[in-house]
């Protein structure tokens, strides 16, 4: 038996995962409601396991470190996120890691997470990491795409697109909602096309 491995990710409706310089959005773009952060909270609370490339690992580091106890960084998810067993898939990171149970799996991303996949009892999640899942996706190691889109257009100051560069794939809607009036969830399944 496979373990699902789902690719979540958060959008501009233009399709970038971040913005850069003169971008003044703040986290998630300023739209964060109630309803959007319960709902994180409660898809990463649970038996699942966490999987992250080194940067997006760096990064959330990097973020954590930066943000008081109270503060909007360490949001319920977010502190859930960090509670989950993670593998970081990294030829350049070494253990051990500033991170609750968290290992580090060197070599070829496609065979780690295929290896996972085929051992794991739990589910797989992956939030961000965008090369890494788009090699996943190629290799066809993605069960489900969750796209969290928020209503902002960042043409001038968005980086990090999202998809590109990837092959093409065909999706089909397994799931959605609208978290706080604005913000939209989408899960596919991934078809290469």
Do not use: C, I
Not at 46 to 58: E, K
Not at 73 to 82: H, K, Q, S
Request: glycine share 12%; aromatic share 8%; charged share 25%.
């Amino acid at each position: 038996m496979s373990a699902t491995y789902t690719f979540d990710v958060f959008a501009s409706l233009d399709g970038y995962g971040s913005y850069g310089p003169g971008g003044d959005w703040g986290g998630y773009w300023g739209k964060q409601g109630p309803e959007l952060l319960e709902r994180r909270r409660a898809q990463y609370d649970g038996d699942q396991r966490l999987v992250l490339g080194a940067t997006t690992f760096r990064d959330f580091q990097r973020m954590l470190a930066t943000g008081a106890d109270d503060s909007e960084v360490r949001d319920a998810w977010v502190t859930a996120m960090t509670r989950l067993p993670t593998t970081v898939v990294s030829s350049t990171l070494s253990g051990p890691l500033d991170w609750p149970d968290a290992t580090v799996a060197s070599g070829d991303a496609v065979e780690v997470v295929a290896r996972l996949k085929g051992e794991s009892d739990a589910p797989l999640r992956s939030h961000g990491s965008l090369s890494l899942n788009r090699a996943l996706m190629a290799a066809g190691l993605v069960d489900r795409v969750q796209v969290t889109l928020f209503p902002v257009l960042t043409g001038r100051t968005g980086t990090m697109p999202v998809f590109g560069g990837a092959d093409d794939f065909d999706l089909e809607l397994l799931e959605s909602r609208t978290l706080d009036g604005r913000v939209q969830e989408l899960v596919y399944r991934p078809t290469r096309h």
